[in-house]
């Protein structure tokens, strides 16, 4: 619209633009490890409402196909794979399948892991398993990705660590170990790959009741880790998905090397 002040000349005003319609992902591609998974799902869903196109990723289609079937259903664009996450050449075949640039990769692959038991009391194998697993898909799925993202001089790697990186007398066996060793390759990773236009970023959420419906966790249970937040509860996956979508997008285009803090307040940075 246009208006007269009184000097007598005329000034343009642009309205302004519609913030609804605007999103954080609009022609941008992801890669979903553990995509038909609780967390991995969560993430590609919100990932496809910004306006990515997401290709899941996992072992189990029926799982891969229900997410693509809400993304779908919803207006948004999805593909499935069968990949293995712990395999490289699985993933090299995946990512050579996709045609164009992948501005955004995500792993969300659970490990196998061993928890409640003191460490005094567990098996070497036992704590061992679970740091193999998170040290394997993370550095082979974001690797591979960090190739790619390299010679397209862009891209955001996201990986996924918890709560369990930095707390004490949970009983949680080698995967705490896990978690941090996710947020040391996120750093290291992060500091080679940077010149290049690449980002690298952990998420580290609390446990998130949501992501294991089938366990019908009580009160009782959960009171321990609700007491010990500053906020006085759990993260929802709803927050942990959101903000993974927002790390990956263009404003978020000055951090790397970062964990992202979704713990409630349980650790304090």
């Given at each position: ?63 891969l196909q229900k997410v693509a079937e809400d993304i779908t259903t919803n207006g948004g664009r999805a593909t499935t794979a069968l990949v293995d996450a712990y395999d490289s050449d699985s993933i090299a075949a995946h990512l050579a399948s996709i ?26 194998e036992d704590f061992v398993r679970p740091v193999e697993d998170a040290a394997r898909t993370n550095f082979l799925t974001s690797t591979a990705a960090a190739r790619r993202m390299i010679e397209q001089g862009r891209g955001v790697i996201l990986m ?110």
């Amino acid at each position: 619209m246009c208006r007269e002040p009184s000097a007598g000349f005329v000034v343009s005003v642009k309205a302004p633009a519609d913030e609804g319609n605007i999103m954080l992902l609009e022609n941008k591609t992801a890669v979903v490890y553990g995509g038909g998974g609780a967390m991995g799902g969560a993430v590609a869903r919100a990932f496809a409402r910004e306006g990515a196109t997401v290709h899941l990723a996992g072992r189990t289609l029926a799982k891969l196909q229900k997410v693509a079937e809400d993304i779908t259903t919803n207006g948004g664009r999805a593909t499935t794979a069968l990949v293995d996450a712990y395999d490289s050449d699985s993933i090299a075949a995946h990512l050579a399948s996709i045609d164009g640039p992948i501005d955004v990769c995500f792993n969300g692959v659970s490990v196998r892991e061993t928890q409640d038991i003191a460490l005094v009391s567990m098996s070497v194998e036992d704590f061992v398993r679970p740091v193999e697993d998170a040290a394997r898909t993370n550095f082979l799925t974001s690797t591979a990705a960090a190739r790619r993202m390299i010679e397209q001089g862009r891209g955001v790697i996201l990986m996924l660590s918890a709560s369990s990186a930095r707390e004490s007398g949970f009983e949680m066996g080698g995967f705490s170990l896990a978690c941090a060793s996710i947020e040391c390759l996120t750093r290291t990773l992060a500091g080679e790959v940077g010149r290049y236009g690449v980002r690298v970023v952990a998420l580290r959420p609390n446990f998130t009741p949501e992501t294991h419906p089938e366990w019908n966790l009580g009160d009782d249970t959960l009171k321990p880790l609700i007491a010990g937040t500053a906020l006085g509860r759990l993260p929802k996956l709803s927050e942990v998905a959101g903000t993974a979508a927002f790390v990956a997008s263009d404003h978020a285009g000055a951090m790397t090397g970062a964990v992202v803090n979704l713990t409630c307040g349980a650790i304090v940075d």
